[in-house]
C-alpha cells in the first residue's frame, strides 16, 4: 500500500526558490514521478526519478533518497504561472501510480 | 497525436441513475488507467487496462463501478445507482509501452444531486 505525505500549501514571492518534500512508504517501489495541476485542469508530468540524486530541468529539479523514501520537488526563479498544486506519485509495483494530496503553491508579486 | 480525449466533460446527474464515461487514449498507448480525484485531493487509482485485459481494480471500488476497454483501445466507466458520495472528477490516462509516465485527459466531472 501507500502512505505519501507532502505538505498542504506553501507560499512564496516571485523569483524566490521552493523546495516541496515528500516521503512516502511503498509495498514495492520503480521510481517516483511528480506531476503539476493548475485549478480545474489535468496533471501534467514534471519529472522522473528511478535512481537516487538530483534530476534538473530547467527552472524544476527532483531528488530521490529510495533508503529514505524521501523526494523533493525544487522550483526555482518563481514565475506567477507556477502557482499551481504539485502531486508527488511515487510508482506503487508495476506500472501503477499512488498520488499525493498535493502541495498547493502559491506565487505572490 | 491529439492527447488523451474524455466526454463528457461535464454530467449532472441524480442519485440513483446509471452514467456512463469514456476515454479515447493516446493512440499508441497499451496501458489506460482511471483515477478519481475530489477537490484538494490528489488523484485516487481506480482501475488500469493493459490492452484490453484488466489488470487490477481497487479494493475501495465498489460493485457499482464497472470498467471496460473491449478492443484495448477506448474505455468506458460506468458508474451504476450513483451516490452523492460519487461525485468527483474522473480522470483518464494513458501510458506507452514500457514507460510509466502518464498522459491525464482533461477528466469528466460527475455531480449527483
Known amino acids: 500500500g501507500q502512505n505519501i505525505d507532502q505538505p498542504t500549501e506553501m507560499t512564496a514571492t516571485e523569483g524566490a526558490i521552493v523546495q516541496i518534500n515528500c516521503t512516502y512508504q511503498t509495498s514495492g517501489f520503480n521510481g517516483l514521478f511528480w506531476y503539476q495541476q493548475h485549478a480545474g485542469e489535468a496533471p501534467t508530468f514534471l519529472s522522473y526519478n528511478v535512481l537516487d540524486g538530483l534530476e534538473e530541468k530547467g527552472r524544476f529539479s527532483s531528488f530521490l533518497s529510495r533508503s529514505k523514501g524521501y523526494s523533493y520537488l525544487l522550483l526555482k526563479e518563481l514565475q506567477m504561472k507556477d502557482s499551481a498544486s504539485y502531486l508527488c506519485a511515487p510508482i506503487d509495483g508495476g506500472y501503477k501510480l499512488s498520488f499525493g494530496a498535493g502541495t498547493t503553491v502559491t506565487v505572490r508579486a | 497525436d491529439t492527447g488523451v480525449s474524455q466526454n463528457p466533460r461535464h454530467k449532472i446527474t441524480k442519485r440513483g441513475q446509471n452514467v456512463t464515461f469514456r476515454c479515447d487514449p493516446i493512440?499508441?498507448?497499451?496501458?489506460l488507467y482511471w483515477y478519481r480525484q475530489t477537490l484538494g485531493q490528489g488523484p485516487e487509482f481506480l482501475t488500469y487496462?493493459?490492452?484490453?485485459?484488466?489488470?487490477?481494480k481497487s479494493r475501495l471500488l465498489s460493485d457499482r463501478f464497472s470498467a471496460e476497454r473491449p478492443k484495448g483501445s477506448f474505455s468506458t466507466l460506468e458508474i451504476q445507482r450513483t451516490e452523492q458520495g460519487d461525485s468527483a472528477m474522473y480522470l483518464c490516462?494513458?501510458?506507452?509501452?514500457?514507460?510509466?509516465?502518464?498522459?491525464f485527459g482533461s477528466g469528466t466531472q460527475l455531480s449527483v444531486l
Open positions: 490516462a494513458s501510458s506507452g509501452q514500457g514507460s510509466e509516465k502518464l498522459f
Open positions: 487496462f493493459q490492452n484490453e485485459a484488466q489488470l487490477e
Open positions: 493512440s499508441e498507448h497499451n496501458r
